[in-house]
């Protein structure tokens, strides 16, 4: 079972550290400010810098990370040896599942938040006309990521127990004494 401490403490903390830095890309949000030229002709957005790009992207990756080191020391719960019939078994299928689904909802959220973050407007308007639109990340999208970066977290951590469990326990067969071709 050293493997699967190993294997369950990469998978916690990488995915414990992507949930931090989502909750970090959420607190440095790009913020803009519209700015007018010299000549107070043109309106112009102008955006601070952010460093909510390269963290959603570092928890972006970090969740991948996580979610294919389970993936892959389990070998997607369906390839490999067969896993003992019983509860064990069936609670890992049903938070292979889950955790598949929470995966995919935070890859998406802080996905879309990276594309909004990285979309800055260079939009300009005469200067008598209604300003221009800075568009910026909205409140709450590297959040959501987060929340079910964690809610992810947890379920792969605890599938990847549960799986552990049901396939330690079905390699320790007892050898049997009797007349079948399998004993």
Same mark, same amino acid.
């Given at each position: 079972?050293?493997?699967?401490?190993?294997?369950?403490?990469?998978? !916690?903390?990488?995915? @414990?550290?992507?949930? $931090? +830095?989502?909750?970090?890309?959420? &607190? %440095?949000?790009?913020?803009? *400010?519209?700015?007018?030229?010299?000549?107070?002709?043109?309106?112009?957005?102008?955006?601070?810098?952010?460093?909510?790009?390269?963290?959603?992207?570092?928890?972006?990756?970090?969740?991948?990370?996580?979610?294919?080191?389970?993936?892959?020391?389990?070998?997607?719960?369906?390839?490999?040896?067969?896993?003992?019939?019983?509860?064990?078994?069936?609670?890992?299928?049903?938070?292979?599942?889950?955790?598949? !689904?929470?995966?995919? @909802?935070?890859?998406? $959220? +802080?996905?879309?938040?990276?594309? &909004? %973050?990285?979309?800055?407007? *260079?939009?300009?308007?005469?200067?008598?006309?209604?300003?221009?639109?800075?568009?910026?990340?909205?409140?709450?999208?590297?959040?959501?990521?987060?929340?079910?970066?964690?809610?992810?977290?947890?379920?792969?951590?605890?599938?990847?127990?549960?799986?552990?469990?049901?396939?330690?326990?079905?390699?320790?067969?007892?050898?049997?004494?009797?007349?079948?071709?399998?004993?």
């Amino acid at each position: 079972m050293a493997g699967s401490t190993t294997v369950l403490a990469v998978i !916690l903390v990488a995915d @414990i550290v992507a949930f $931090c +830095l989502a909750i970090a890309a959420e &607190q %440095s949000r790009p913020t803009a *400010r519209v700015e007018t030229d010299a000549r107070q002709e043109w309106t112009y957005c102008v955006y601070r810098p952010d460093a909510a790009t390269g963290l959603g992207a570092a928890a972006l990756a970090l969740l991948l990370a996580g979610q294919a080191v389970a993936a892959v020391s389990s070998r997607c719960f369906c390839c490999g040896a067969a896993l003992r019939p019983g509860g064990a078994r069936a609670c890992a299928l049903i938070l292979f599942v889950s955790s598949w !689904l929470t995966f995919v @909802i935070a890859e998406s $959220c +802080l996905l879309a938040g990276l594309v &909004q %973050s990285a979309y800055h407007t *260079r939009y300009r308007a005469v200067f008598f006309e209604n300003p221009p639109d800075c568009e910026s990340v909205r409140r709450g999208t590297f959040g959501a990521g987060a929340a079910f970066s964690l809610i992810t977290c947890v379920l792969t951590g605890t599938y990847y127990f549960y799986f552990s469990k049901s396939r330690v326990s079905y390699a320790r067969r007892e050898a049997t004494i009797g007349m079948s071709p399998y004993s």
